[in-house]
């Protein structure tokens, strides 16, 4: 299996490659030339997730692991996620489920992609004997997840940039208490966008990057794509591979785009429906074609406040026939603040996606009525899937709305909506005790550099 940047002026890259490095050279993110189909989607239903992960990543790492090393690798992965169904289905409502990813080590969805890319990083380096320094960017759950899977794993350094101040006490609290030598929390003066932008001019300055060894463990790393296509395939074999819709809590665009590439592999999803709060950039460039950059305003689902969506660009890349010189151009436009869509494109993309863009209030008053109607407590993420799940639903057509975190996260919102502060699971007991280790940073990225070479410890 290939892979190519979505900018086309980027080597083409085998699996192994294409995880280390995150970001293309060129800027752009890596790709598969094509997307592999997966067979027996009528045989899964029953199989345990590890079985159906192995089935549905193996035809996308090539030579990279042997099966062997990839079986070990998502045995280890998933033996942290505390459900025996790993993405249990839970019903809300006739025709309505939610996908709980929240049953692994810190809470959020990403545990599912993190756990999995540590384990396989250290297959890949321990071969190679390569030490290298992973830089990522987070609204709070990437950064919790990273340093959760990567703490103690021989030859990486982690740097993990957060939004100060723009994060929950508890998301902040996952990063800043590990104490393993080879975890660092930094606290950046200014938003999301700004970490993510800082992050990209770090793999863009070549010296730098080569020699730290610098590697991604955002979205933007198509491993962690791969691992998320494995939830959207168990849940389509429980309700029996029937058509049907599922609806994302969308910020950057890594978990939705996994949900295409699962429809590409044949799984039977209709409608892919992107959910976002009141930052909408990505309801405003589907609805109307004009993909521009606003101001962040922070919302109760922080880990969706972003204005500039990653992983859009493979979305983008798909639309536009795979004409990168096309995306290159339009990534350009994007530094001077948005880009207007093609026509053609703009339907392509109006074929994969529906988008929908719920506020404050109704995210709160979504939070109520699912508790009334059903017991369950939903993050303020989840809230947002599941009410815009509730304005898309068809009579006929199974729903499935990914709940990307644990309640307990978002204790703030939940006790806004509902009055009461949901207690975390017992495995994280102790995270109001524990000392905190966190360095502030200026939103600059030659003192970025100097902090992180001084800080490496290999
Ligand atoms: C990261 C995250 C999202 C957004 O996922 P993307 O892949 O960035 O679109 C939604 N909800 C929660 C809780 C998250 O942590």
């Known amino acids: 299996m290939r892979y190519v940047s979505t900018r086309g002026k980027a080597p083409v890259l085998d699996f192994e490659q294409a995880m280390l490095s995150g970001l293309a050279r060129d800027g752009g993110l890596y790709l598969p030339e094509t997307v592999p189909a997966l067979s027996g989607l009528n045989d899964l239903d029953g199989l345990p997730y590890e079985e159906v992960a192995f089935r549905v990543i193996r035809p996308f790492t090539g030579d990279s692991f042997t099966d062997v090393e990839l079986r070990g690798a998502i045995e280890r992965a998933y033996a942290r996620i505390e459900h025996a169904a790993k993405a249990p289905l839970h019903q809300l409502a006739p025709g309505h489920h939610l996908l709980e990813l929240f049953h692994g080590p810190t809470l959020a969805f990403k545990d599912f992609a993190m756990q999995l890319i540590a384990q396989l990083f250290?297959?890949?380096?321990?071969?190679?004997?390569?030490?290298?320094?992973i830089v990522g960017a987070t609204s709070g759950d990437t950064?919790?997840?990273?340093?959760?899977?990567?703490?103690?794993i021989d030859n990486v350094d982690v740097f993990i940039m957060f939004p100060h101040?723009?994060?929950?006490?508890?998301q902040r609290r996952q990063m800043t208490t590990p104490d393993a030598a080879n975890v660092h929390a930094l606290a950046l003066d200014g938003h999301f966008d700004d970490c993510q932008?800082?992050?990209?001019?770090?793999?863009?300055?070549?010296?730098?990057r080569d020699g730290v060894g610098l590697a991604g463990i955002n979205s933007i790393n198509w491993a962690r794509v791969v691992a998320q296509i494995v939830y959207y395939v168990t849940a389509a074999a429980s309700l029996g591979m029937r058509d049907t819709d599922f609806c994302v809590p969308t910020g950057n665009f890594g978990d939705i785009f996994a949900g295409s590439m699962a429809r590409a592999m044949g799984a039977p999803i209709r409608r892919l429906i992107v959910a976002t709060n009141q930052n909408d950039i990505l309801h405003r460039a589907l609805s109307t074609g004009e993909y521009r950059v606003g101001e962040v305003a922070p919302s109760m689902s922080p880990s969706m406040d972003i204005q500039v969506s990653s992983n859009f660009e493979r979305a983008l890349y798909l639309a536009y026939g795979g004409e990168a010189g096309a995306i290159a151009q339009l990534m350009e436009e994007l530094r001077s603040g948005g880009f207007t869509v093609s026509?053609?494109?703009?339907?392509?993309?109006r074929a994969q996606y529906v988008s929908g863009r719920v506020g404050e209030e109704e995210t709160l008053a979504t939070i109520r009525t699912i508790r009334a109607e059903t017991g369950q407590i939903l993050c303020p993420h989840s809230a947002v899937g599941v009410a815009v799940a509730r304005h898309h639903a068809e009579p006929g057509v199974p729903m499935v709305t990914l709940a990307t975190a644990h309640p307990a996260k978002f204790p703030d919102a939940v006790e806004k909506a509902v009055g009461i502060r949901p207690a975390l699971p017992p495995h994280m007991a102790g995270l109001f005790d524990l000392p905190?280790?966190?360095?502030?940073?200026e939103n600059d990225t030659a003192a970025l550099e100097a902090l992180i070479l001084e800080r490496r410890t290999i």
């Open 122 to 133: 250290e297959i890949a380096l321990k071969r190679s004997g390569q030490r290298i320094t």
């Open 343 to 349: 026509q053609g494109a703009l339907q392509a993309l």
């Open 165 to 170: 101040g723009r994060v929950s006490e508890v």
């Open 143 to 152: 950064g919790s997840a990273a340093i959760e899977a990567f703490r103690g």
């Open 436 to 441: 905190e280790r966190v360095t502030r940073v």
């Open 197 to 208: 932008a800082r992050l990209k001019d770090l793999f863009n300055d070549h010296d730098f």
